[in-house]
C-alpha cells in the first residue's frame, strides 16, 4: 500500500507524516512538496525506511495526472485553493483521496468518483472533521436531529503559514458569501462578528466569545443529516480577534483599487503582505485547539441534547505549536488510514459525517491523546 502527502512538509502536514510514519501501515510514504529541503530534513529527521521524497509543483495540474496513478491514497495537506484541482486529479486518475478543507465544487465530482470506484473526502481537519464525527455520532443516537451547534476555538496566531493567513482574513471578510446559518430551510448570510455567544471550551482555553463563521458543515450537514437547523461558530485567541476587528472596522478588507508610492494595490493586498511578513504575527502565549459541538433532537418522543467535546494534551507536552496542528493533521491521516483498510466502502466525493465511522475514529483519535467527551441530557 502507497500513500501520497501533498504538502507532506508544510506547516500543518508535516504532523500527518509524522503520524502516517508513527501508526501506519503503508508500505510506502511518499512526501510531495515544493520545497525539497523541508522534505529531505523531515524524512531525515523521522528515519523511517518507508519514507521518500518528490518534488511537486501543485500549479502543474499535468504534473499530478502522472504522480497520482499508483498510491492508494492522495493526502492533501496543500492549501485550500489547491482543493479542487487535488479532487479533480483524484477522480479523473482514479484514486482515493482526502483534504483538510473544502470547496464547493468539490460536491461536482461526486458522480464520476461513483463511477470510478473511489472516495474522495473533503474536510478531514479539526473543524471540519473532528467537528463533522461528533454531530454525526450525536445524530446517530437520535430519532430526529433539530439542532447542531458546532463551536470552535483555533488557538493559534494569525500568520503561522501563508495559506493559515488566508483562512484567517478569509473567515471576517466582509465579502465573504459562504458565511451563513441554516434555518427554517433557508441559507442565511450574516456579516462578520455576528452571532456572538460565550463558550466554555475545557482545559487552558477556557470561556471565549464566538461568531459565525463560514464553514462546510452548514452546508452539507442538513442534508447529509437532516438537520433543521444548523451553525459554526468560531474565534481565535483574544489578540487575533482584535486585529480581525480592528481591520474590518478600519476598511482594510477593501479591495478597491489605490495608489500607494506609485505601486497600484489594495488595502487587503497590502495588509496581506504585511501580516505575512511581520514577526508578531507568528506569535500567540496558547497553542491549541477547542471544539464543542451541540446536538438538539428526540429520541422516543422526548427532547434530547448530546454535546461533545475534545481534550488534547497542553502544549507543553505536545511540542508547543504543534499542539494546534496535530488537531488537523492527526484526523488527516487517520481518515487515509481508514481509506487504506477498507473502514470506509461508501464510494464517491461525500462529507466526513456519511463516511466516517465515529467509533472508529474516535477510537483512533484517542491512541494519539485526542480524548472525545460525551455528555447526554
Known amino acids: 500500500?502507497?500513500?501520497?502527502?501533498?504538502?507532506?512538509?508544510?506547516?500543518?502536514?508535516?504532523?500527518?507524516?509524522?503520524?502516517?510514519?508513527?501508526?501506519?501501515?503503508?508500505?510506502?510514504?511518499?512526501?510531495?512538496?515544493?520545497?525539497?529541503?523541508?522534505?529531505?530534513?523531515?524524512?531525515?529527521?523521522?528515519?523511517d525506511q518507508r519514507l521518500k521524497t518528490v518534488f511537486i509543483d501543485a500549479n502543474d495540474y499535468d504534473a499530478m495526472l502522472k504522480m497520482f496513478p499508483g498510491f492508494d491514497v492522495v493526502v492533501n495537506g496543500l492549501p485550500w485553493k489547491y482543493d479542487l484541482p487535488v479532487t479533480k486529479a483524484c477522480?479523473?486518475?482514479?484514486?482515493?483521496?482526502?483534504d483538510v478543507s473544502t470547496e464547493e465544487e468539490q460536491w461536482d465530482f461526486d458522480s464520476t468518483a461513483k463511477a470510478k470506484d473511489i472516495i474522495f473526502i473533503p474536510g478531514v481537519?479539526?473543524?471540519?472533521?473532528?467537528?463533522?464525527?461528533?454531530?454525526r455520532n450525536a445524530a446517530d443516537q437520535m430519532d430526529d436531529v433539530d439542532e447542531i451547534q458546532i463551536n470552535f476555538?483555533?488557538?493559534?496566531?494569525?500568520?503561522?503559514?501563508?495559506?493559515?493567513?488566508?483562512?484567517?482574513?478569509?473567515?471576517f471578510h466582509p465579502q465573504t458569501e459562504e458565511r451563513v446559518y441554516f434555518?427554517?430551510?433557508?441559507?442565511v448570510w450574516v456579516e462578520p462578528f455576528k452571532g456572538l455567544k460565550t463558550v466554555n471550551f475545557p482545559g487552558p482555553i477556557g470561556e471565549q466569545?464566538?461568531?459565525?463563521i463560514p464553514h462546510e458543515e452548514t452546508w452539507t450537514m442538513p442534508e447529509s443529516l437532516g438537520a433543521r437547523a444548523v451553525s459554526v461558530r468560531g474565534c481565535f485567541p483574544p489578540h487575533a480577534m482584535r486585529l480581525a476587528k480592528t481591520m474590518l472596522e478600519a476598511g482594510l478588507y477593501s479591495e478597491e483599487s489605490i495608489t500607494l508610492k506609485g505601486v497600484d494595490t489594495t488595502a487587503f493586498e497590502m495588509m496581506h503582505e504585511i501580516l505575512l511578513q511581520l514577526p508578531e504575527t507568528k506569535e500567540?502565549?496558547?497553542?491549541?485547539?477547542?471544539?464543542?459541538?451541540d446536538v438538539f433532537g428526540k429520541k422516543d418522543g422526548k427532547d434530547i441534547k448530546i454535546t461533545h467535546w475534545n481534550q488534547h494534551p497542553p502544549m507543553e507536552e505536545w511540542g508547543?505549536?504543534?499542539?494546534?496542528?496535530?488537531?488537523?493533521?492527526?484526523?488527516?491521516s487517520i481518515g487515509a488510514q481508514m481509506i487504506a483498510r477498507g473502514d470506509i466502502e461508501v464510494r464517491g466525493v461525500l462529507p466526513p459525517e456519511s463516511v466516517i465511522d465515529p467509533e472508529i475514529f474516535f477510537a483512533e483519535l484517542e491512541k494519539r491523546g485526542i480524548i472525545i467527551k460525551q455528555k447526554i441530557e
Open 91 to 98: 477522480v479523473e486518475v482514479g484514486v482515493n483521496g482526502l
Open 125 to 135: 481537519g479539526a473543524t471540519p472533521g473532528i467537528t463533522n464525527v461528533m454531530a
Open 1 to 47: 500500500m502507497r500513500v501520497l502527502v501533498l504538502g507532506g512538509a508544510g506547516a500543518v502536514c508535516n504532523e500527518a507524516t509524522r503520524d502516517l510514519a508513527h501508526y501506519s501501515d503503508f508500505d510506502e510514504i511518499v512526501v510531495a512538496d515544493y520545497n525539497l529541503d523541508a522534505s529531505n530534513a523531515l524524512v531525515e529527521e523521522i528515519n
Open 284 to 293: 500567540t502565549p496558547l497553542w491549541a485547539y477547542g471544539l464543542v459541538v
Open 153 to 171: 476555538a483555533a488557538f493559534r496566531c494569525p500568520a503561522p503559514a501563508p495559506g493559515l493567513l488566508i483562512t484567517f482574513l478569509y473567515e
Open 183 to 187: 434555518e427554517n430551510g433557508e441559507f
Open 209 to 212: 466569545e464566538v461568531c459565525y
Open 320 to 332: 508547543g505549536k504543534a499542539a494546534y496542528y496535530k488537531n488537523i493533521a492527526i484526523p488527516l
